[in-house]
């Protein structure tokens, strides 16, 4: 089922959905008559060619509907991938107020504000988490895994000494991006060793907080590719 609130903007929507759904029933009821099987019919062409079919019928549905309330999406199929888990793990809650000089003065809070801002202009569902504990930070990556979510992962001082988070994305096989506020290659040499960057995807550092964008932006990007 499409989420009504996620694929459409504000307002009074009611006879925009019931007319939408309206053709949508109409499209269907007419591909029977020529013996087309509806996507969610046993019949059909599997999972994928089922939710693809879908996908077509929105698009033919929606030829020349009034659109103006409808939410622009950068992909027209990115409501559909799964949800995007940020993660992060020691002393990020403490964003703001330690070393200022290295991390700036934006908070964790403010991060997980500018980071729903941009899920919901990609259309994805957005986890945000902070723990202390190396045991939770494992133990959620574990559950984006077996979602098949994407996740970015900021594991703080875990980044450098974890071989049990490395293990973990290793069996999962979650698609992580890893990210650091600072560039962590401008600081002590014990911080340039990262067990997270074998298992990762792609590494992000020293761009600030907007670092956690850029891979929201990116991990949006590698899910669609992926349900393709």
Known sequence: MISTLGFFGAGDLTPTICTLVRRIREHVSGSKDQGIEP????????LRGSRNRFIGIIREVCHGFDTTLLRT??????????A????NGPNLDLLGQREPDVYGSVTLMDIETSCRAAA?????????RQTAHEGTLIEWIHTA????AGVILNAGAYTHTSIALHDA???TRV??????VSNVFQRESFRHMSYISPVAVGLICGLGPSGYEWALHAMARLLRQKEM
Do not use: T
């Not at 919901?120 to 945000?128: I, Y």
């Open 120 to 128: 919901a202009e990609l259309g994805v569902a957005l986890v945000f």
């Open 175 to 180: 698609c992580v991006i890893e990210v650091h």
């Open 169 to 171: 994305i290793r069996a």
């Open 73 to 82: 999406q950068a992909n027209d199929a990115s409501y559909m991938i799964p």
């Open 39 to 46: 996507p969610w019919s046993p019949k059909s062409n599997g």
């Open 145 to 148: 895994g077996d979602a098949g």
């Open 84 to 87: 995007i888990h940020i993660l």
